[in-house]
C-alpha cells in the first residue's frame, strides 16, 4: 500500500529551520524497547521512591557495561526521571540528575506538573549544560513519541498551566515569548511556514495566544493589564471570525481575557480606586472650554470604560460596581430623584417635558446659571433630547393628518376670520398642485436640519468606523436621508408644475387620481412615509433605558439577524418557483389580460371582466408572480387562481403540483423553522439578557456623558459661544494657547503625570489583590487524589530509607523487603504492565525504515562479547542516519526559551550542583566504598577458616532479642574458581536441565532472526531432593538463572566446616571444595533472592 504525502518545500529544511521527515520518505517511530529484569526492577524501585536501591543500580549500571540502561522508558515513554517528577519526589529527581540520567522533556512535564521545586533543579542543571548554538533537552528528542509538540517552550506551558510562580522564576530569568504574527502576515516566515506545515503554523499560533492570555502573564509582564486585556481580548475576537476552525479556541481565550479584567475591577475596595481605573486616559484630555482636565473624580470622561465599550467587554460593563458609578452620574443634579415614588417621578418628568423649551434658552443665554449647569447633567439632558424629539413626533402627526386643512375648514364653519387664512381656506383644498410646504412642514424641516447636524458632529467625533458599527446610527442616517429626498422631491415637484400652471392655469386643478403613476410629489409621499415608520421605531431606542422594556428590546434586536437568514432561503425558494410558475402560466395569463384590456384605448373593463383583471396579474410576469406567491404565505392566493382562460388539465395539474410543493417548503418547512430559529435565540439570550440590557444602557448613557450634545434638535442649530470657541480652535491651532500661561500649562502637565502615578499605585494593588487571592484559593483546595498519591509515594520512600538504615546497621532485613508492600490500584495495573511485558506498539507490519530493521539495530552488549571495528562503525553509521530526521534539532533562536539566572544564590546552587554531580562520578569510577572494603575484608577471613579446617567465627546481629550468626561470605579465589567450575561444567548442566524440565528449551529451537538473550530461564535447585526445576518466564534482554538452596537442618558437609549454616543471603555461596567435588550432582548455587544475571554470548546456551 502507498503512502502519499503532502507536497512540502525543502528549501526551510536546507535553511535549518525545520527538521521534521522529508515529505518524500515516511518513518516510523522509534517505540519504546522491552525492558530487561533489570530495568523492570530499576522503573520499579524510582515508582515505589527506593533512593538507596536507585543509586546502587546508577552506580553498578555505570561501572559495569551492560547491566541497564539508566535512560530506560517503559512501555508509555516514561522515564526514570518523569516518574519522580510524576510522584512529586524531590529527593529522587536529585538522585537521578546528579548521577547523570538524561533530562530530556523533563522540564517540560515538571512545569506541567507544577512541581516548582524540580522546575528550578532542572533549568540549573539545563544552564550547565546547555552549550550556546544547541538545542535544548526537550528540543532534543524524538518528536514522533514526544508529549509536548515542538513549538512549546517552558514559558508558554507555564503560561498554559497558569502558574504564577514558575512564570515568575522563568521571567526573573529572562525567559521571553515571541509576539505571534498577525494573521495576514505575509513575511518570508509565515509563507514557509505555511508551506511546510500549515497545521504546525495554526497551532503555533494557538499555542501562543493561549500563553498570552495567561492572566499570571499578563499580571506579571504588562505595566497596564487592563489595557493589555482588552486589546488582546478584541484580536481574539478578530482571529475566531478569520480563523473559523479554530473558532471555540479563540471564543475560550477571549473569555479568559474578559474573566481577568473582571477580575481585576472585583479587586477595587473604595470609590477613589474605581474612578482612577475607569478615568485614566494616557493622552490629554480637554474639557469643553479647552482646558485639560486630570480630575479623578466621577465628573471625567471615563475614559477606561469607553475603552470597554469599544472593545466590546460586556462583563466588565455590566459589572454592578460600574453600574453603581454610572447610576449615581446619571442621576446627579436631581437630589432624591432615586427615592421618590413612581407618581412622584412622573410628575418631575412631565414638569421638565412641557418645559423643556424654556430650560434651553435658559441654556443658551446663561449657561453659567444654576439652571444652565443643570442642563448639562446626564439625566437632563436625555430628559430635554426626549422630549424634543416626542414633540417632533408629534409634528408628523399633526402633518400626516393634515391639521391645518382641519382647522380652516372648522374656523370656516364657525366663521371665525383669521387673515390671510379666510381667502386661502377655498382654494387650497380644490388646488391639488402647485402647492408650496405647509407652516407645520417648516417645523418638520428645521427638526431635520438639527439631526443632521447632531450627526455630523457625532460622526467626526467618534470616527466613521465607530459610527457605522452603530445600529441606530445607520437608522438616523437611512431616515435623514429619506427626509432630504422628500424635500428635494417636492422642491422639484412644485417648479415644474409652477411652469404647468403658468402655460395652463386649469392644471393645478388636476385630481391625483389623474397625475402620472411616477410623479415626483408621489413618489416624495412615499418617501416620507417611510420616513415617519423610521423616525417612531426611534423610540425603541429611547426604551432601552428602561429595566423591563430595555431586555426585550435587546432581545428583539438580536432576532434581526435570524430573521435575515431565514430570509435568504426564503427570497431564493420564493423565486424558483416564480420562475417556474411564470414560465408554465404566462400564455394563459396573457389571454387573461387580453379580456381585461379590451376597452377602446386599451384600457381596462373592470365592470364586466374583474376576475380577469385580477387573475392575470397573478403570473403575468415574474414581478407578479414573486408577489402572489409571497401574499400566498399568508392565504392571499387561493385555486381559483388557476383557473385561467384556455388552461388545460395537465398545465393546471403542473400549476398546482408546484403550487402545493411551494406551501410545503415555504409555508411549513421554513416558517417552522424561523420559529425554531427564534426560540433558541431567544432562550440563548434570556440567559445574559442582564448583562446584554446593561451593556446597551450604559452606551445609551455614555452618549449623555459627552460635553458637545447639551441642546437638543432644533436648539443646537443656534451656534453658542461654546461652539464657536471649538470652532475656532479646530482650524487655528495657536488660539488654544491664547490665554493659558507657561505656568498653567505646566501645571496641567504636573497633573498628568500625578494622575499616571495614581493610576499605576491602583493597578499595583490590584495585581497584588488578585494575585493573592488566587494563591489563596489553590491553597483553599479540598485533598485531591493526587495528594492523597504524593502521601503513598512518600510514605513509599520512608519506608525504604528505613529498610535502607537498617541494613547498613547490619540488621536482618530480609523478611521485610520479601514483604510485598501495600501500593494503589493505579501503581498495582502499572506494576503489572511493567513485569508482565506489555508494550504500547501499533499493528504489525514492515517495520523496516530506510532499509534498517529497527528490531535489529541494536545489539545487545554483553561484557565477554566484543563486536569487531567494523560491524561497530557499519551499527553507528545506520544509527546516524536512523536519528538524522527523527530528532528534533531545532536550531537555537535568539529569543532565550528558559533566560539565564545572574543571582548570587542561582550561582551557589549550580556549584552546589556541579559539586554533587563529580561526587557522583567519584563514587561510581572510585577504588571501593566503605561497605565493599568491609565484605573484602571478612570474605577473606571466611575463605581463611575454611582453608584450614576450622568453622568461621559468626558474626552476630540482634534479631527480636536473640543473636544468630552470620552468614559466611565467600572470598574473591573462591568466586573464581567457581565461575571456572560452572563453565566446566556446562554440558553437565544441560543434560540434568533437559531430563528435569517439562517443557525443555534448545538452542536450536530458536528462530534465526530472534534475540539470543530473549529467554529468561529460571533454575532453582533443592538439596532435598537434588532436582533441578526450570520454568520459562516472559521474553527479556537477559537470561536470569535462579538457584535455590533450601537450608539443612543438620550438618552434611564433607569438608569438615562443621556447624555452618548457610542462609538465604545475596552474598552466601557455598566453599570451593562441595563446588569442584560433585559439579553435576551436588551444585550448590545461590539462593532465590540472589538474581544473577548471565548474559548470553550469540551461539552458546548461556
Not at 524540580?118 to 546547555?130: Q, R
Not at 506551558?157 to 504574527?181: C, F, Q, V, W
Not at 458609578?325 to 410628575?347: E, H, N, V
Not at 373593463?605 to 409571497?630: H, I, V, Y
Request: net charge neutral.
Amino acid at each position: 500500500m502507498s503512502v502519499k504525502t503532502l507536497p512540502c518545500d525543502n528549501s526551510a529544511a536546507e535553511e535549518g529551520r525545520f527538521k521534521g521527515p522529508r515529505a518524500n520518505s515516511v518513518r516510523m517511530p522509534r517505540l519504546p524497547k522491552a525492558l530487561t529484569g533489570d530495568e523492570k526492577k530499576y522503573l520499579l524501585a524510582v515508582d515505589r521512591g527506593d533512593v538507596p536501591a536507585v543509586r546502587r543500580m546508577i552506580q553498578r549500571a555505570q561501572r559495569e557495561k551492560g547491566y541497564l540502561d539508566i535512560n530506560c522508558v517503559d512501555p508509555l515513554g516514561r522515564g526514570a526521571l518523569l516518574m519522580a517528577i510524576e510522584a512529586q519526589n524531590l529527593t529522587m529527581v536529585e538522585t537521578l540528575i546528579i548521577n547523570g540520567v538524561r533530562t530530556a522533556d523533563g522540564l517540560l512535564h515538571a512545569i506541567d506538573k507544577q512541581f516548582v521545586e524540580a522546575v528550578e533543579l532542572l533549568l540549573e542543571h539545563e544552564e550547565l549544560i546547555h552549550k550556546d548554538g544547541e538545542p535544548y533537552s526537550w528540543e532534543n528528542i524524538d518528536r514522533d513519541t514526544a508529549t509536548f509538540t515542538p513549538e512549546i517552550t517552558p514559558l508558554i506551558l507555564a503560561s498554559h498551566r497558569n502558574n504564577y510562580e514558575i512564570l515568575k522564576i522563568l521571567l526573573d530569568r529572562g525567559a521571553t515569548l515571541p509576539m505571534p504574527h498577525d494573521f495576514r502576515c505575509a513575511c518570508h516566515e509565515c509563507n514557509n511556514g505555511l508551506r511546510e506545515d500549515c497545521l504546525r503554523h495554526s497551532a503555533s499560533r494557538i499555542n501562543s495566544y493561549k500563553a498570552l492570555a495567561s492572566p499570571s502573564l499578563i499580571a506579571l509582564t504588562s505595566t497596564d493589564p487592563l489595557l493589555t486585556s482588552f486589546e488582546l481580548s478584541w484580536e481574539l475576537k478578530q482571529l475566531s471570525v478569520l480563523e473559523k476552525e479554530f473558532r471555540n479556541d479563540y471564543v475560550e481565550l477571549r473569555k479568559t481575557s474578559q474573566d481577568f479584567a473582571v477580575s481585576l475591577l472585583s479587586q477595587t475596595r473604595t470609590s477613589h480606586e474605581l474612578n482612577v481605573m475607569l478615568n485614566y486616559d494616557p493622552h490629554n484630555v480637554q474639557d469643553d472650554e479647552g482646558i485639560m482636565s486630570f480630575d479623578t473624580s466621577a465628573e471625567c470622561g471615563l475614559a477606561r470604560l469607553r475603552l470597554a465599550i469599544k472593545y466590546k467587554q460586556k462583563k466588565f460593563v455590566s459589572h454592578p460596581w460600574v453600574q453603581q458609578l454610572l447610576a449615581a452620574m446619571w442621576y446627579d443634579g436631581l437630589p432624591g430623584f432615586r427615592q421618590k415614588s413612581t407618581i412622584g417621578k412622573c410628575f418631575e418628568i412631565l414638569g421638565i417635558i412641557l418645559t423643556f423649551p424654556l430650560y434651553c434658552m435658559i441654556y443658551m443665554i446663561a449657561p453659567k446659571s444654576s439652571t444652565g449647569k443643570l442642563m448639562r447633567k446626564p439625566f437632563m439632558k436625555f430628559l430635554t433630547h426626549a422630549s424634543s424629539y416626542l414633540f417632533f413626533l408629534l409634528l408628523l402627526i399633526l402633518v400626516s393628518q393634515r391639521v391645518e386643512e382641519q382647522l380652516m375648514d372648522y374656523f370656516r364653519e364657525q366663521n371665525i376670520k383669521i387673515g390671510f387664512m379666510d381667502d386661502f381656506a377655498p382654494t387650497s383644498r380644490k388646488r391639488q398642485r402647485g402647492n408650496p410646504p405647509q407652516f407645520l412642514e417648516y417645523f418638520v424641516a428645521l427638526y431635520v436640519l438639527g439631526f443632521i447636524a447632531e450627526e455630523t458632529r457625532e460622526l467626526f467625533r467618534n470616527g466613521f468606523l465607530a459610527y457605522v458599527s452603530n445600529m441606530w446610527n445607520a437608522i438616523d442616517f437611512l431616515r435623514n436621508a429619506l427626509y432630504c429626498a422628500v424635500a428635494l422631491l417636492r422642491a422639484w415637484a412644485y417648479l415644474e408644475q409652477q411652469n404647468e400652471i403658468a402655460s395652463d392655469p386649469q392644471k393645478a386643478f388636476i385630481p391625483r387620481e389623474e397625475w402620472d403613476d411616477f410623479d415626483p410629489q408621489l413618489i416624495a409621499e412615499g418617501l416620507f412615509a417611510a420616513a415617519n415608520i423610521f423616525s417612531a421605531l426611534k423610540l425603541v431606542h429611547v426604551s432601552t433605558i428602561n429595566p423591563h422594556l430595555g431586555p426585550l428590546q435587546i432581545s428583539l434586536g438580536r432576532m434581526v439577524f435570524d430573521i435575515l437568514k431565514f430570509f435568504f432561503f426564503y427570497t431564493l425558494v420564493l423565486f424558483a418557483f416564480a420562475c417556474g410558475l411564470n414560465q408554465l402560466l404566462w400564455y394563459f395569463a396573457d389571454l387573461e389580460k387580453q379580456k381585461c384590456y379590451s376597452l377602446p384605448g386599451g384600457l381596462p373593463d373592470w365592470k364586466t371582466a374583474p376576475d380577469s383583471c385580477m387573475k392575470w396579474r397573478r403570473f403575468g410576469n415574474l414581478f407578479e408572480s414573486s408577489q402572489s406567491l409571497f401574499w400566498a404565505s399568508f392565504g392571499m392566493v387561493g385555486l381559483a387562481d388557476f383557473e385561467l382562460a384556455g388552461i388545460k388539465s395537465y398545465t393546471r395539474f403542473w400549476g398546482l403540483l408546484m403550487f402545493g410543493s411551494y406551501c410545503v417548503i415555504n409555508v411549513i418547512v421554513l416558517l417552522n423553522l424561523l420559529i425554531a430559529m427564534l426560540s433558541t435565540t431567544y432562550a440563548a439570550i434570556a440567559e445574559k439578557a442582564d448583562t446584554e440590557w446593561k451593556f446597551a444602557r450604559t452606551k445609551l448613557w455614555l452618549s449623555y456623558f459627552d460635553e458637545d450634545s447639551t441642546l437638543p434638535s432644533p436648539f443646537n442649530l443656534v451656534p453658542t459661544p461654546k461652539h464657536v470657541k471649538r470652532f475656532l480652535t479646530r482650524f487655528i491651532p495657536n488660539l488654544a494657547k491664547f490665554g493659558t500661561s507657561l505656568k498653567h500649562r505646566e501645571a496641567r502637565a504636573c497633573e498628568l503625570r500625578e494622575q499616571a502615578r495614581h493610576y499605576t499605585a491602583v493597578m499595583r494593588a490590584l495585581v497584588w489583590r488578585y494575585v493573592s487571592g488566587m494563591q489563596r484559593k489553590s491553597e483553599e483546595e479540598n485533598v485531591t487524589e493526587d495528594d492523597i498519591n504524593e502521601v503513598k509515594g512518600e510514605i513509599s520512600a520512608l519506608r525504604c530509607d528505613l529498610i535502607e538504615v537498617f541494613r547498613r546497621n547490619g540488621m536482618h532485613v530480609d523478611c521485610i523487603t520479601d514483604k510485598q508492600p501495600v501500593i494503589g490500584r493505579r501503581t498495582r495495573e502499572w506494576e503489572r504492565k511493567l513485569l508482565r511485558g506489555f508494550h504500547v506498539a501499533p499493528a504489525a507490519g514492515d517495520e523496516t525504515i530506510d532499509g534498517v530493521d529497527e528490531k535489529s539495530e541494536i545489539q545487545p552488549e554483553d561484557s565477554e562479547y566484543k563486536e569487531r571495528g567494523a560491524d561497530r562503525f557499519r551499527r553507528m553509521a545506520r544509527l546516524a542516519l536512523l536519528n538524522r530526521d527523527l530528532l528534533s534539532t531545532r536550531p537555537p533562536k535568539h529569543l532565550s526559551h528558559i533566560g539565564r539566572s545572574l543571582s548570587n544564590d542561582s550561582f551557589k546552587s549550580r556549584q552546589s550542583l556541579r559539586k554533587a554531580m563529580d561526587e557522583a562520578k567519584k563514587q561510581v569510577y572510585g577504588t571501593t566504598t566503605r561497605e565493599e572494603s568491609k565484605e573484602e575484608d571478612s570474605s577473606d577471613s571466611t575463605s581463611q577458616d575454611s582453608n584450614t579446617g576450622t568453622a568461621p567465627k559468626p558474626n552476630t546481629v540482634v534479631e527480636q532479642g536473640k543473636k544468630s550468626p552470620a552468614p559466611a561470605v565467600p572470598s574473591r579465589a573462591e568466586k573464581k574458581s567457581l565461575r571456572s567450575c560452572v563453565a566446566m561444567s556446562q554440558e553437565n548442566i544441560k543434560e540434568s536441565v533437559d531430563k528435569e524440565c517439562e517443557n525443555p528449551s534448545s538452542p536450536t529451537d530458536t528462530p534465526k532472526d530472534a534475540n539470543p538473550s530473549s529467554e529468561i530461564v529460571n533454575i532453582k535447585k533443592s538439596s532435598s531432593s537434588g532436582k533441578l526445576e526450570v520454568a520459562n518466564e516472559a521474553p527479556a534482554e537477559l537470561t536470569t538463572i535462579s538457584m535455590e538452596m533450601e537450608t539443612p537442618k543438620s550438618n552434611t558437609s564433607n569438608s569438615g566446616g562443621t556447624g555452618s549454616n548457610i542462609s538465604s543471603n545475596t552474598n552466601a555461596i557455598p566453599s570451593l571444595d562441595n563446588a569442584t567435588s560433585n559439579a553435576k550432582d551436588s551444585l550448590a548455587l545461590p539462593s532465590v533472592e540472589n538474581v544473577k544475571t548471565i548474559k548470553k554470548k550469540p551461539g552458546s546456551w548461556f
